[in-house]
């Protein structure tokens, strides 16, 4: 299958970049190079780095970024810092962090992200570590329950849980329909109205699996720290865990005084060191949702870094 992945916000993020030709970039997710392509395009003597824990958008950006001054790195964007550090770079212009899957990824059926097709229960963005068969087979009940409350924001995570632990006391649970069965069952019939009765716990099958949020707020910090005065962070979220978390981020940077407000003065002299671009996230047009429906989700933040 070819690797296809639509860029969601794709024009909005890299102009809110504001791309300076001589400038160094990072792409914290390459995924089909969209957003690379289009950084790297606006480049004349600058650099682009990109990375990528999934060997196949590794190999696909490889080969888009053909010709481009541009690097390709198999790795979790979670380790940027270390990975320019040992590229002699200590700061760049701007970093675009995609959080979300590819539509790559949810399309391949092998690699196990859908419920509408049956696949082994992998999930797994690296093609390495634990799987969603193994969290799902061998966590214990309340550990499972939890994964699928705190990251699937799932209100039945209980009966779910409970549900997949009966079924595997008598074979265990292998394919991705097969468990989005036992979701279904598990839940009231008026709440399948509501959409794929599965949608949350796979959300909170492909968080866990692949650490999305473990670390993020510190990843976003380190993100942040290698800007440039002037440079610019631009983050796009795809779930209101990931979106809470940057939202958070971001009022953190662009905060100054942290002193009780009932002291008269200032006495802490933090002052702000970022400048938050977009007052309200960017979300998709008309146009973008009629052909990329997947695009729904996304929400795009941007701050920029004032000292």
């Known amino acids: 299958m070819e690797f296809e992945h639509k860029s969601v916000l794709l024009n909005q993020t890299v102009d809110l970049l504001d791309i300076k030709p001589d400038g160094i970039y990072v792409d914290g ?73 590819s539509s790559y990824q949810l399309d391949t059926a092998s690699r196990g992200f859908s419920y509408h097709k049956t696949a082994p229960l992998d999930m797994r963005m690296s093609k390495k570590g634990i799987s969603a068969g193994e969290v799902v087979n061998e966590y214990p009940l309340e550990e499972l329950a939890r994964v699928f409350r705190e990251y699937g924001e799932e209100k039945f995570a209980y009966k779910i849980a409970n549900a997949i632990c009966r079924r595997r006391t008598e074979q265990p649970v292998e394919t991705t329909t097969e468990l989005a069965e036992i979701i279904a069952s598990a839940v009231p019939g008026s709440y399948r109205r509501e959409g794929h009765p599965a949608r949350k716990c796979f959300q909170a099958l492909r968080i866990e699996v692949n650490g999305e949020l473990d670390g993020l707020s510190s990843a976003v910090d380190s993100a942040f720290s290698l800007l440039k005065v002037g440079g610019r962070l631009a983050v796009i979220t795809f779930h209101s865990l990931e979106d809470r978390i940057i939202k958070q981020q971001f009022k953190k940077y662009a905060t100054g005084c942290t002193c009780p407000p009932d002291l008269p003065v200032c006495v802490c002299g933090k002052t702000p060191i970022g400048k938050i671009i977009t007052r309200k996230p960017v979300t998709a047009g008309e146009d973008e949702l009629s052909s990329n429906p997947r695009s729904r989700s996304a929400k795009l933040r941007v701050v920029q870094k004032i000292k």
Do not use: C, W
């Not at 060997?55 to 970024?65: G, M, Q, S, T």
């Not at 002699?88 to 212009?93: F, G, H, L, Y």
């Open 29 to 101: 997710t390459v995924g089909g190079a969209g957003h690379s392509r289009e950084i790297a395009k606006r480049l004349k003597n600058g650099f682009l780095i990109a990375f990528d824990r999934d060997p196949d958008a590794v190999k696909v950006a490889n080969e888009r970024l053909s010709g481009f001054n541009a690097e390709i790195i198999n790795d979790n964007f979670f380790n940027i810092e270390k990975n320019l550090k040992r590229m002699n770079i200590s700061e760049v212009d701007g970093i675009l962090l995609d959080l979300g899957v």
